[in-house]
């Protein structure tokens, strides 16, 4: 069997209209309103999914155990990183790392590190030549 990408992640949430909010403002995620429940919202980012899901959210299948915080996410952005760092300073969201030097799949990057409202580590990467 040989897997091709990934199709959608999804991340526990304590605050599900918290989590929309942040997801949808500040990094423009689109919500698919038909994927979305009152227990599950899907947001597209890029050619991948995004689901936030409450962490009481019964009667599905859902991992063993549903612990917001517990993510380390890249987020590849098309922006250059002055205005990425510009933007989420007019969103009051603090940068906790970065800019920094880093390698991702396809090759060096520049990243900056940020927690979503779930303490989630979300790196925002820049490629560089791309």
Do not use: W
């Amino acid at each position: 069997m040989k897997m091709r990408r990934i199709d959608h992640v999804v991340l526990p949430v304590a605050n599900l209209d918290a989590a929309r909010r942040f997801y949808h403002e500040v990094f423009d995620m689109p919500v698919l309103d038909q994927q979305t429940t009152d227990d599950v919202v899907t947001l597209r980012c890029g050619h991948q999914l995004i689901r936030l899901e409450k962490v009481d959210r019964k009667g599905a299948l859902v991992a063993s155990k549903l612990i917001p915080g517990t993510a380390d996410l890249c987020l590849v952005a098309g922006d250059d990183m002055d205005a990425i760092v510009h933007h989420l300073r007019s969103y009051f969201v603090d940068v906790v790392a970065g800019p920094l030097e880093k390698n991702g799949s396809e090759g060096k990057m520049t990243s900056v590190y940020l927690r979503d409202p779930d303490q989630n580590l979300i790196e925002i990467a820049v490629y560089e030549n791309k």
